[in-house]
């Protein structure tokens, strides 16, 4: 059971990243992200996920300076710098 629930966990917290990284992408666009704008330019997987996790994602977004509220209603996410991709990131130690 305990499996379970971690392989659980583990598959929310790749499907919060991939949201974090969908909004954020379109957050770029002049007018901000919306939860309309990620559901119409997302998969099934984005559209599948809510508007709660949406907030939740800009929330964390904003939390880690990434980017802004632009707007309170409709949410509306606007991105302020790139995400740090980390497939690039180096550990420093050479």
Not at 46 to 75: C, H, T
Request: hydrophobic share 35%; net charge positive.
């Amino acid at each position: 059971m305990s499996q379970l629930k971690t392989n659980d966990d583990r598959m929310e917290a790749t499907d919060a990243m991939r949201l974090m990284h969908h909004v954020h992408e379109h957050g770029f666009q002049a007018d901000g992200c919306t939860w309309q704008l990620a559901k119409q330019q997302g998969d099934r997987a984005i559209r599948g996920m809510g508007s709660k996790r949406f907030a939740e994602a800009v929330q964390k977004l904003v939390s880690l300076g990434y980017g802004v509220v632009k707007v309170e209603k409709p949410l509306t996410y606007r991105s302020l710098k790139e995400m740090a991709n980390a497939g690039n990131r180096t550990s420093g130690n050479g």
